[in-house]
Nanobody, 123 residues
Framework: QVQLLESGGGLVQAGGSLRLSCAAS????????MAWFRQAPGKEREFLAA?????YIADSVKDRFTISRDNAKNTVYLQMNSLKPEDTAVYYC???????????????????WGQGTQVSVSS
C-alpha cells in the first residue's frame, strides 16, 4: 500500500496549462500502476491516464494531457495543456499493483487514493 498526496491544482484561464503532481510514500512505487482520475460535481469519476512500464491516455484527453513518472522521486505527474472550462473537477491520483499487460480504467480497480486537488478553468 502507498499513501498519495496530490498538488498543483488551482484556477487557470481557458487555454492555460497546469501540472499536477502526486507524491507517493512506500518502497514499492516502481511496481505500482499509477493513474489520474477526475470527478466533476454530479458526475462519475472519470479515468484520464495511467502509467506503469508504459503509458495509457484516455481518448477524451490524449491530445492535451500527458502522464509521466519519476520513480526516483516516487512521483507521478499529469501535464494538462489547452485547458477548457469542462476540465473543471477534482483531480485524484490513484495506485494499484501492476498487472502485466492490463490497463484498468475503472476507479473500482484502484486500491490507493489521494485526497484530490481542485482544478478550476475559467472561460
Amino acid at each position: 500500500q502507498v499513501q498519495l498526496l496530490e498538488s498543483g491544482g488551482g484556477l487557470v484561464q481557458a487555454g492555460g496549462s497546469l501540472r499536477l503532481s502526486c507524491a507517493a510514500s512506500g518502497r514499492t512505487f516502481s511496481r505500482y500502476t499509477m493513474a489520474w482520475f477526475r470527478q466533476a460535481p454530479g458526475k462519475e469519476r472519470e479515468f484520464l491516464a495511467a502509467t506503469s512500464f508504459s503509458t495509457y491516455i484516455a481518448d477524451s484527453v490524449k491530445d492535451r494531457f500527458t502522464i509521466s513518472r519519476d520513480n526516483a522521486k516516487n512521483t507521478v505527474y499529469l501535464q494538462m495543456n489547452s485547458l477548457k472550462p469542462e476540465d473543471t473537477a477534482v483531480y485524484y491520483c490513484a495506485g494499484r499493483a501492476t498487472s502485466s499487460g492490463t490497463w484498468y480504467l475503472s476507479y473500482t480497480k484502484y486500491d490507493d487514493w489521494g485526497q484530490g486537488t481542485q482544478v478550476s478553468v475559467s472561460s
